[in-house]
């Protein structure tokens, strides 16, 4: 399985600002997801990231929102832009599996979101 | 479309004892199913798995059977321990050709154990 970790770990921000949460991996990848976790609740898709093309969204997410870039097949950020409290939540970061294992998906640590 | 429905939670058990945490699914054709496990204070850890119809899915003394006549993964384990205390998630996903297809999670049981 593909090792995979996520800066910041977690981070407070004020209302407003921008935070660019970063995924990297240990192997070349074909898709990257990006995923929220609001407190206490389930794992809802925000994007899905593909080397070399626009991503694509979630209903209810958008790019000017959550902008995400992919430049190469072991690194992608999310930007969570002009925050507000409703923001605060896990980001998490996953990947496809590798050659014959493209069922399964590898989650990062996550980054804790809280905005004030 | 496709949704994953569990048990609701919390569930609280003590040290040793069996645990069925009930998993049901709607969806079309054969997807993969998945229990996921968050540890405190982590992310996601995959903790099995079973991709056809009647596959049996084990890890750590975990198990869960693919039942597709009756849609159900459900996640059991026959002694439990405190360090088994975590959120589990079912989930579905249906299998692509060269890439993974996104995730389609139930809404996670918390699960905690008394010593």
């Known amino acids: 399985s593909a090792v995979i970790s996520q800066k910041p770990s977690r981070d407070i921000c004020q209302r407003g600002t921008s935070l660019t949460i970063q995924c990297q991996v240990d192997s070349q990848v074909t898709m990257m997801f990006w995923y929220r976790q609001q407190p206490g609740q389930s794992l809802t898709l925000i994007a899905t990231a593909n080397q070399g093309s626009e991503a694509t969204y979630e209903s209810g997410f958008v790019i000017d929102k959550f902008p995400i870039s992919r430049p190469n097949l072991t690194f992608s950020t999310l930007t969570v832009s002009n925050m507000s409290p409703e923001d605060s939540s896990i980001y998490l970061c996953?990947?496809?599996?590798?050659?014959?294992?493209?069922?399964?998906?590898?989650f990062g640590p996550g980054t804790r979101l809280t905005v004030l | 479309g496709d949704s994953v429905t569990q048990m609701e939670g919390p569930v609280t058990l003590s040290e040793e004892a069996f645990l069925t945490i009930n998993c049901t699914y709607t969806?079309?054709?054969?997807?993969?199913l998945f229990w996921y496990v968050q540890y405190p204070g982590e992310g996601l850890q995959l903790l099995l798995k079973a991709t056809k119809a009647d596959d049996k899915g084990s890890n750590k003394g975990f198990e869960a059977t693919y039942r597709k006549e009756t849609t159900s993964f459900h996640l059991e384990k026959g002694s439990v321990q405190v360090s088994d205390s975590a959120v589990y998630f079912c989930a579905l996903s249906h299998t692509g050709y060269s890439s993974a297809s996104k995730i389609i999670f139930g809404s996670g049981t918390r699960l905690s154990i008394r010593p």
């Open positions: 969806a079309t054709g054969y997807p993969s």
């Open positions: 996953s990947v496809d599996g590798t050659s014959g294992s493209f069922d399964t998906q590898y």
